[in-house]
């Protein structure tokens, strides 16, 4: 990755100011490279003790549909940490909860903050949102896509690894959920090659899937979804899985786990993948359940390291989609 360290701070690239953040597939390798520069510079900034109030000013509303502690705790730091502030609006706060449609709420607080988070269930929510909004738009999280924690992932695995391109990164358990979709796209956009372990019924997005292989034939990346967990974690540097049921599952928690309990992560499982392997998980966790004790809080496991990056992967896309250069 180029520097664009200055000495005054870091240079906005401006390839995705005042754009929305709702899906890894709408930008480019180069922009994601960015971003995850970007993160590598404010961390070391917040690690040094170095002032970087980039935001002085700025106002980031916050709409939450869904509990949160590491998407709420990272933004409200991250913009107090660029000198800017925050506002968080559950769904009982505003009218929003009350039948205001989503296009006068997106006029609304455009006319009063710079930018709008929002986590929510529906992934149409925030593209209407977005939509309307006269300021750029950041997907929290929604049932189809979690692009801010993938943001997160990547950053650690640069870390830990070195490098993306290249790397055989596996995720196994339901692939029809937001993190495999996001993980998916993020993987193809950085030349990595990815490989989901799901049952029958548990498939990722085809849409979803068909064009990410566009971008990974670009990156020199591949995507290889499968039914086999072994044959998934065989070679793999990077081992991720996540929750069987999310937020609004819970109803088919036991069906879940009946079905996906092939698909834990173990240290079995774990030894076809790579001895140095690393393990991610983006929290919380069902120890016992998608993940044994002996892998999540063993060597390999990079979790809270994962948790952390949260904060500056966050940070990065706020200042680049925030920030304005005069």
């Known amino acids: 990755m180029q520097n664009t360290m200055k000495q005054n701070g870091i240079e906005n ?6 754009k929305d ?9 180069e922009e994601i490279l960015s971003l995850l ?49 925050a506002i968080f609006l559950s769904s009982k706060d505003i009218q929003l909860g009350r039948g205001e449609s989503i296009s006068d709420t997106a006029k609304v607080l455009s006319r009063y903050v710079d930018g709008i988070m929002i986590r929510t269930f529906s992934h149409e929510s925030v593209e209407e949102l977005a939509a309307h909004a006269t300021v750029p738009v950041i997907n929290g999280l929604t049932d189809l896509q979690h692009p801010t924690q993938v943001m997160a992932d990547l950053l650690t695995i640069l870390e830990q690894k070195g490098k993306l391109s290249g790397l055989k990164l596996c995720y196994l358990g339901d692939g029809n959920n937001n993190m495999a979709h996001s993980l998916i796209e993020g993987a193809a956009k950085t030349g990595m090659h990815i490989a989901i372990a799901s049952p029958a019924g548990y498939l990722p997005n085809e849409e979803i899937v068909a064009k990410a292989e ?9 995507i290889t979804i499968c039914h086999d967990p072994k044959e998934a974690v065989s070679g793999a540097d990077v081992v991720v899985t996540d929750v069987w049921a999310s937020m609004g599952q819970e109803r088919e928690q036991q069906k879940r786990m009946e079905d996906l309990k092939a ?16 393990f991610l998980h ?42 304005k250069k005069y």
């Open 37 to 85: 520069e970007t993160a590598q510079e404010l961390k070391a900034m917040q690690k040094a003790g170095k002032p970087h109030s980039f935001l002085s000013g700025k106002v980031l509303g916050m709409i939450f549909e869904k509990s949160s502690t590491r998407t709420r705790v990272s933004f409200e730091v991250g913009m107090l940490q660029l000198g800017g502030h």
């Open 21 to 29: 953040f709702l899906q890894l597939a709408d930008y480019t390798p």
């Open 263 to 278: 698909y834990q992560v173990n240290e079995a499982l774990c030894e076809n993948a790579k001895d140095d392997f690393i």
């Open 13 to 18: 690239s401006g390839l995705l100011q005042g």
């Open 214 to 222: 566009i971008d990974a034939e670009i990156t020199c990346g591949s």
């Open 282 to 323: 983006c929290l919380p966790a069902h120890r016992g359940e998608e993940v044994t004790a002996e892998i999540i809080d063993g060597p390999h496991s990079v979790v809270f390291d994962e948790a952390e990056n949260r904060l500056h992967a966050q940070k990065a896309i706020l200042k680049i989609l925030l920030e």
